[in-house]
């Protein structure tokens, strides 16, 4: 069964993802002579920074999704479809979804990654990840089910692991939660749930290298830890995780964490589909691509963004797996798409690195730009500056910093519930 994509004289782009790499892609090719197909399983782009403030019911996560019908109605070249890529066919450039196949004259793979468990199936089947803004409500869900559950327990060890968090991954997304949950625990659970002693809730923060936020700087790692430890967080270093079983938490030290809430932030691989899987790829599930990005031994499979791995002078384990990659690697490949319509040569990929930051909590974050590093309040109000201008869509701007002017003067968030299918409880 066809995708019912009408015939087209223009070459045909078939583009898997609609994250950071896919839509900038997509964006940069309007107004062209390409017939561009954009497939995704969701209607929206999602923002992946801030899928931590939606698991800690400080955002909505309407405030950090945008439909993509909405954001592409002025572009006419181009055919949106809701589905998964199941297979892709190489040989026979041919896409296969669950509604129908595609036949494309260049591919773009921006499929981005998923959670890695690194092969251990239990802590697979119990941990909380938090990849997709689903993902994110569900751990919002569950914190709070935990708290409610506390509740009705009088055994003491119970309400204990019932109200620990143990955060596996000390890089911004295990820091940004860490801190998000401690600034909970100091500001708002106690007034939501005053039976509850919450001095007796720990948080611990677990990282298999030395130190946490290992990608920046040693000082900002510190101040980070430092910032964590001044909010209550319990940082473990140095130590793997290696299993969890009756809400223990085992450590390859051989001791354990009580905890029933489990959020796995420790390491992503790449969503390949059928048939993608045998292109050449590296570690991390990653296709290899030459400076280009067209995947390597290919003439018309190109890879953007997380999923891409072009191991370079600069960078031989690739290119960091973050937002600006995905972006800057999106807006090459479409100036060389147009340059390959005119017949000219095209240019490669050259990443420039704008710097890496990463949130603790209220006042208190750390920033490395290329010349200059630094911390605390200053840092905490660039970060909010630079991720509210990265937003898609102006109404959601608004939103967020409506939200986090109420959340700093009022000390709360308000967006509290449990949301699930079905008429209620349990
Ligand atoms: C919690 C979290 C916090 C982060 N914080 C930061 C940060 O602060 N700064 C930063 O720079 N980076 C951050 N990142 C990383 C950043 O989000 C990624 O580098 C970026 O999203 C990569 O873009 P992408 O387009 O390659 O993939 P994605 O944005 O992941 O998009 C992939 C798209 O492909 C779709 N897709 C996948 N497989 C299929 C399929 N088979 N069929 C159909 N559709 C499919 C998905 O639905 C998705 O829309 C964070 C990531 C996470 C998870």
Known sequence: MPLNIPESSFQRIVVIGAG??????VRALK???YQLV??????????QPLFYQVATAGLEPSAISFPLRKIFQQQTNLHIRLTEVLNVNIAEKKVYTTLGEVIYDV???ATGADTNFFGMNKIAGAALPMKTVGEALNLRNSILKNYEAALTSDDPQEIETLLNTVIVGGGPTGVELAGAIAE????????DYPELN?????????????????????????KAADFLQKLGVNLITGVQVTGYEDDKVMLH???FLHARTLIWAAGIKGNLMGGADELPAGRGNRLLVDEFNRVTGQDAVYAIGDIALCESGKFPGGHPQVAQVAIQQAANLAANLRRIAKSEPMKPFRYSDKGSMATIGRNKAVVELPFLKFQGFFAWLVWMFVHLMSIVGVKNRVLIFINWLWNYMTYDQSLRLIMKPGKGNS
Do not use: C, W
């Open 198 to 222: 919450f001095r007796e809730m720990k948080i611990y923060l677990v990282e298999a290298s030395s130190r946490i936020l290992s990608a920046m700087s040693l000082s900002s790692s510190e």
């Open 253 to 255: 030290t051989g001791e």
């Open 184 to 191: 909970m625990r100091t500001f708002v659970l106690p007034k």
């Open 20 to 25: 950071f790499a896919g839509l900038k892609l």
């Open 31 to 33: 107004g062209t002579n």
């Open 107 to 109: 591919l773009v793979i």
């Open 38 to 47: 954009l497939i995704d399983r969701n209607n929206f782009h999602q923002f």
